[in-house]
Nanobody, 119 residues
């Protein structure tokens, strides 16, 4: 089992920045990749960014490239999503996720943290 706890959500004005953190605990040695997803009201959950664990290779959704940065601290078992130039369209509940098996499926999810962007 891997437990994930997000923090750092909140209210920010359009154009502002916000940093989300995800702390992993439990069987963290089994984690292959960690990612961030988001879900806006009435929409499906979508991929935002992910990072190979512990290697560090990253990938991003086109909608956030150049604005969001995902990073990890292996020693602290945390992954961070630095969000800049936020837009109202970025408003959603953001979820941290961990993958422990090969393939596309993420096995573990955090409880989510709300990001609200005011225009």
């Amino acid at each position: 089992q891997v437990q994930l706890v997000e923090s750092g959500g909140g209210l920010v004005q359009a154009g502002g920045s916000l940093r989300l953190s995800c702390a992993a605990s439990g069987r963290t040695f089994s984690v292959l990749r960690m990612g961030w997803f988001r879900q806006a009201p009435g929409k499906e959950r979508e991929f935002v960014a992910d990072i190979v664990w512990p290697g560090g290779r990253t990938s991003y959704a086109d909608s956030v490239k150049g604005r969001f940065t995902i990073s990890r601290d292996n020693a602290k078992n945390t992954v961070t999503l630095q969000m800049s130039s936020l837009k109202p369209g970025d408003m959603a509940v953001y979820y941290c996720a961990a993958k422990t098996r090969p393939g596309d499926r993420y096995d573990y999810w955090g409880q989510g943290t709300q990001v609200t962007v005011s225009s």
